[in-house]
Structures are given as C-alpha cells and as structure tokens.
C-alpha cells in the first residue's frame, strides 16, 4: 500500500466541511432508511446531482456514507412496528419486533447497531485489502477480458433472488439497449435518436436514475391509502450487556463473513445477504426454537450481514468497474459523471480517492451509532409523517435534480418517462436494479468490444483465445442457466419424492 496514497486520501476527508457533509449524508440515510417505501438507492440517486459541484473524492464518500447508514435505518421501524424501512431489515423484523412487543425495544436495537458497525467495518477493512490487489490483477486485463467480466457481470443479474430470473435479464437487456441510444462510438453513426439533436450524445445516468428509483416509487406509493400507524412508545437505545455480546459475538462474525462475500458478488446485494444471514444465525444456534420469538441471534445475524454487504458491494465496483448492487450501480454512474475511470485505472490514477471512499464509509459507520443513540426515538416518530407531504417532497427534489443537473429541460422529460415506465414495470415484476445495471455496463460492454474487435481485426473468435476470457465465459454460462437448473432440479425432486413415498417406520 502507498501510504503517501493514504495520507492523502485521509486528509481529504477530515476537514470540517467534509466531515459536516458526510454527518448530514449520515443523517439523511438512517432517516430516509427508517421510512417505509423509500430507500437509500432513491436517496444517492437523488443526491447525486447536488453533488456536481463538490470535490469527486468528497462527493463519491457523501453516497458512500449514506449508503452505509440507510442500511441500518430501516432496522429501526423493522424492531419498532414491524415496518422494514428498507428491504434487507424484513429479516431482522422476524426477531426485532417480538423483542419489542416485550418491552425489549431499546436492547433489539443495540444489538442491531453493534452488530451493524461490526459488520460494515469488517467488510470494509476486506475492501481496502482486497480492491487494490484485485485492481493490481486487473491492469493486466486487455479489452478482450473487460468484455468477459463485465458480460459475467450482467449474467449475474439472473441469480438476483426474490424476483424471476428472465425478468431481471429482460430489464438488464433493456439497460443495455437505452446505452446504445446516441452516437455510435466507432462507425459515428445515429443510433434511436429519432433524428433529435438532443440525444445525440445518449441518455444520461442522473435523470434515468431518478425517474427509476423516485418517481416510479412515488406513482407506486400513491395508490396505497393511508393506514393508521402504530404510535412508538418512549424507548432508547441500549448497547447489550457482555451477555448479550457472548451470545452474538459468533454469530456476528459468521455474519459479516457472509455478507462480505455476498456484497462482493455482482448483483447480490445486502438483501441477499441479509437473509442468509439470518439462515446461518438460525442452523448454527444452540437455541433455534428461540427464532420468531424474540432472539437476539436473529437480529444479529441479518444486521452484521447486511451491513457487511455494503463494503463488500464497494470491491467489485471500484476494483473492477462492475457494481455490486443497485445503489452501487448509481456509485459508479456518479464516478463516471466526475470524470474518474472506474476499475483499476481508479486505483492507479487516483489512489487518494478510493483511500477517502474507505475513510467516509469507517467514520459513517460510527456516526450512525452515534446518531442511533442520540436520535432513535426521533427517527422513529418520522414514520408518522403522512405520505400527503412526504412524496409531493420527494416530487420536488426530483424536479430540482433533474434539472439542476445540466439545466436541461429534457433531462426533466427524461425523468417522468423514465419513472412512468419504470412505475409500470414494477407492476409487472421488473425491478429497477437489473435496468440500471444494463445502463450502466451497458456503455463498458460495448466500448470493451469495439476495442477488441478493432485489435481483433474483426475476428470474433480471438476472445477464446484468453484463458481468463474463457473462465468467465464458463461462469456466464454457469450463471444464466443456474437458476433454471435449480428449479429445474427442484420439481424433478419432489416428483421423485412424490413418486417413491418413504415408508413409514411400521412398514419398515
């Protein structure tokens, strides 16, 4: 490591107004974390053209920071009414609200926030080990096995868990498709641009990314009517006694492991870490009767997880160019917007950068603890903010981003077809992440093929040539038919079963 490097990534950090902005964007992700139906993609996506003006490396560690926190703020209305704010706290609702119900509130959610911080900073010290050797493998990558990895990447989209397989590789498709809108970057020739002046240059991440996340979930909250909310009763939180922590301290080792790994897949995610989190937390108890009735292993396997899952989603994303997750797709656009090249350039070129990025999400995750202690009742009792106010203001601020972006009109446009076709999407089970990581890989893909066809000569069958090219063409191919396999095998299974009954112990 260059500890130069180091130094100087550390500095740009701690100066007062780095670490005013990075408190705030701590804030704003337990808060935004904490509300039901939003959630910190819609957040960093929001953010991300208010950050125009801002240093790369303090503007990239603002979206880290919020990333960090808005995972552990949906545990807090998850263990208080049984409300995830976020997707990846539905697993520690399974043994958070119980608690709660029991007058335990405040000793569930000192559990979720050490288990949290220990999380996040054990995946984080994973990333700063393992990005820049991953990075230092990378530099030896020509374009032939960036267009390998990065079409395993968007393979990957298919082991997404919770939703159809084909449907998220229809999306992903789709992402890669609104990429090639513009001017092509080798022939020079018009590609969907519908004769328009305007998109000549192509579809920009920042008014797609708040059109998908925002506003398709505004159109989409706006049909639920409101429902009399549980009142939170006085709590605090309380750190857990050496008990408590004799008890989890495996646990949330075993978690973080887990979700570091699975943060480091691309297109896992934290919600996928999560939940097998707290799959491990339940198999390797010595009190699993105690699951969905209040244990405290419950609520911190899925907490360490999930919060490990955010560091680990950062490794791919900067080492290598490919993101780990939705929010980290939205990362590595904001990368791009600043002018830094993701991957192992980013490593090489700006090392100072990725070194801040590692500072702002260590300090995130201690500020967050610190926030929890001081603020919890408070986050809790923003759950009560009618949706009448909350989503016209999430309206405005989209408005506002969009357009303050470039000060075009159209990238307003942009927006509102944006969220109404990704509103309609939802409705039939396209999820967001999927899309925006086409958009995202869709650019590098077709860039890392051009440059290999123009070394190539055309000649297509060179990319078996690598060996590396051909790994992770196997893995492609591993992973698209994965899923399908499973299933396949699954109902194949059960027919045996059904089929050849075991016999009962009287037969016997």
């Not at 700063?128 to 032939?144: C, G, V, W």
């Not at 408590?244 to 943060?263: E, N, P, Y």
Request: hydrophobic share 55%.
């Amino acid at each position: 490591m260059d500890v130069t490097s180091i130094l100087a990534g550390i500095e740009l950090i701690l100066t007062p107004t780095s670490l005013l902005l990075i408190f705030v964007s701590v804030v704003i992700g337990v808060l935004v974390g904490a509300l039901p139906g939003l959630s910190s993609s819609m957040a960093v996506a929001l953010l991300l053209p208010f950050t125009i003006g801002l240093n790369p490396a303090l503007a990239i560690s603002m979206m880290a920071a919020l990333y960090c926190a808005g995972t552990f703020g949906g545990s807090i209305t998850a263990i208080l009414i049984n409300t995830p704010g976020a997707p990846p706290a539905v697993a520690s609702s399974f043994d958070g609200y119980p608690l709660a119900q029991r007058g335990e509130a405040g000793r569930a959610l000192g559990i979720a926030a050490v288990a949290s911080v220990f999380g996040g900073i054990f995946s984080l010290i994973i990333f700063i080990i393992a990005a820049p050797l991953l990075a230092k493998i990378a530099l030896k990558f020509r374009p032939q096995e960036y267009f390998a990895l990065t079409l395993f990447g968007l393979s990957m989209l298919a082991a997404i868990s919770g939703r159809s397989a084909l449907r998220n590789l229809i999306a992903g498709a789709l992402g890669v498709l609104v990429s090639t809108v513009g001017i092509a970057l080798v022939t020079g020739t018009e590609r969907f641009t519908f004769g328009l002046p305007v998109l000549y240059d192509g579809i920009d991440f920042v008014p797609v990314l708040i059109g998908i996340f925002a506003i398709s979930e505004l159109l989409g909250q706006s049909q639920a009517i409101d429902k009399v909310k549980e009142r939170i009763k006085s709590v605090a939180l309380r750190l857990p006694s050496r008990a408590d922590l004799s008890r989890v301290k495996a646990t949330i080792m075993r978690s973080s492991v887990i979700g570091t790994l699975i943060g480091i897949l691309p297109a896992e995610g934290t919600t996928v870490a999560a939940i097998m989190g707290y799959n491990e937390a339940k198999r390797w108890s010595k009190h699993p009767e105690e699951f969905g009735k209040g244990s405290i292993e419950g609520i911190a396997g899925p907490e360490a997880a999930n919060n490990a899952g955010t560091g680990g989603a950062m490794v791919p994303t900067l080492a290598l160019g490919i993101p780990g997750s939705g929010t980290t797709a939205i990362i590595l656009a904001a990368l791009m917007m600043h002018g830094l090249r993701p991957g192992p350039y980013l490593m090489r070129e700006t090392p100072e950068i990725l070194y801040a990025i590692f500072t702002a999400m260590l300090l995130a995750n201690f500020m967050f603890l610190i926030v929890g202690l001081a603020g919890v009742k408070l986050f809790s009792l923003i759950t009560l903010i009618p949706r009448t106010f909350l989503w016209p203001a999430v309206f405005a601020f989209a408005l506002i981003g969009a357009y303050a972006y470039r000060q075009n009109p159209m990238d307003v446009w942009v927006m509102l077809i944006a969220g109404i076709a990704g509103f309609f999407a939802l409705r039939q089970g396209f999820g967001p992440a999927p899309f925006v990581m086409g958009l995202v890989l869709g650019g590098l893909l077709e860039k890392s093929w051009s440059q290999s066809m123009i070394i190539f000569d055309s000649n297509w069958l060179r990319f078996f040539e690598s060996p590396i090219c051909i790994v992770f063409y196997v893995l492609t191919v591993l992973s698209l038919t994965g899923p399908f396999i499973g299933k396949r095998l699954g109902r194949m299974m059960q027919g045996a079963m059904r089929a050849f009954p075991r016999k009962s112990t009287l037969e016997e």
